[in-house]
C-alpha cells in the first residue's frame, strides 16, 4: 500500500537511484554508501541546462499561460549551463585535450539548438500544472520510501519527462521506463488512474535537433512490480551486495562514469590504451 506523505522519515530510494542500481550496484553503492560524489560528465551538465531553462519556462506558465520568449529561455539555459561547467565537470582524457574553453563553446552551442527546440517546439505543446513536483510515496510494508521530482505534470494530468538524448530513442523506452513509473505512483496517490506517460526526447546531431515523442501507460501491474524492485533493492543493501555493471555496457566508460578509472572490475589501464590506439588510428 502506498500514500503520499511529504512528512515521512524512512529514507528513500528515488527512480534514477533504482535505475543506477539496476546498471551498476557498485555505482551505486560509491555514490550512496561511500558518498563519493563524481563531477557529472558534459553530456549531464547540458541536460541540466535544458531542464532549467524549461523549469523557469514552464513554472510562469502555470499563471500566465504562456510561453517565455524563444531568446529569453535559450539565455536562461546557457547561463545556467557556464554556472554548472565552472562548478565542476569529469573530463574524458580525450576531452582534456581538446581544452575546456573549447569544450564549453561547443556545449554552448549544442545546448542553443536544443532550448531553442524546446522553446519553439516542445514548450507550446504543454499547458502545465505542476513544475518540478516533490514528492514522497510512503512504502507501508518497506524500510525505504520512494522520494522524487516531476518535471511536468500537465493540464490533462499527463506525466512527462524532458530528456536529451544522443541517439533516437526506442519505441518502448517509455513503457521500460523506472522513472515514469515512479512518478505515477505519485499519480496514484493523488486519485489519477490510469496514468498517462510521456517522454518528450530531444536528440541533437550535426544536422539539427529531432524530436520524438514516447507515450505509455501505468497500471496496477506497474505499480507492483515497481514494488518488487524496491523491495529487492532493499534487500541488497541489507546483504551488502552490490553487482557491478555489465563489461562493455555503454554506461560502463570513462564518459559516463565517474568511477570508471578508480573501479575495481575494470581495468582501466587497458581500456584506457586500447582507446588511444583507436583514435591514433
Not at 546498471?23 to 551505486?28: A, F, N, T
Not at 561547443?106 to 536544443?114: E, H, I, R
Request: aromatic content about 6%; glycine content about 4%.
Amino acid at each position: 500500500m502506498t500514500r503520499n506523505d511529504q512528512t515521512g522519515n524512512k529514507p528513500h530510494f528515488s527512480a534514477s537511484q533504482l535505475s543506477m542500481m539496476s546498471r551498476c550496484g557498485e555505482q551505486w553503492r560509491r555514490r550512496y554508501i561511500e558518498k563519493e560524489k563524481a563531477p557529472p560528465a558534459i553530456a549531464m551538465l547540458k541536460g541540466t541546462a535544458l531542464h532549467h531553462g524549461a523549469e523557469i519556462n514552464f513554472t510562469q506558465k502555470i499563471d500566465s499561460g504562456l510561453d517565455l520568449a524563444t531568446k529569453l529561455i535559450v539565455e536562461t539555459a546557457v547561463d545556467k549551463l557556464e554556472t554548472v561547467f565552472r562548478d565542476d565537470v569529469s573530463l574524458t582524457s580525450a576531452e582534456q585535450k581538446i581544452g575546456t574553453k573549447k569544450l564549453l563553446h561547443q556545449a554552448t552551442a549544442d545546448v542553443v539548438k536544443l532550448a531553442t527546440a524546446h522553446a519553439t517546439e516542445q514548450a507550446p505543446d504543454y499547458q502545465p500544472l505542476k513544475v518540478e513536483q516533490e514528492f514522497r510515496v510512503v512504502m507501508d510494508e518497506c524500510d525505504y520510501d520512494l522520494l522524487g521530482y516531476i518535471d511536468l505534470i500537465d493540464d490533462t494530468q499527463r506525466v512527462v519527462d524532458l530528456k536529451t538524448s544522443k541517439a533516437k530513442p526506442k519505441i518502448s523506452m517509455a513503457d521500460e521506463s523506472i522513472q515514469l513509473t515512479g512518478y505515477a505512483a505519485y499519480q496514484v496517490t493523488q486519485g489519477v488512474y490510469p496514468i498517462n506517460v510521456r517522454l518528450d526526447v530531444l536528440t541533437a546531431n550535426k544536422k539539427g535537433v529531432t524530436r520524438t515523442k514516447v507515450d505509455s501507460v501505468r497500471d496496477a501491474n506497474d505499480l507492483k512490480t515497481l514494488g518488487r524492485r524496491i523491495d529487492m533493492a532493499a534487500a541488497s543493501i541489507k546483504a551488502g551486495v552490490f553487482m557491478p555493471a555489465i563489461p562493455g555496457s555503454w554506461w560502463c566508460s570513462n564518459t559516463w562514469c565517474g568511477y570508471w578509472d578508480s573501479c575495481p572490475y575494470v581495468n582501466s589501464e587497458r581500456k584506457t590504451k586500447a582507446n588511444n590506439l583507436v583514435q591514433l588510428t
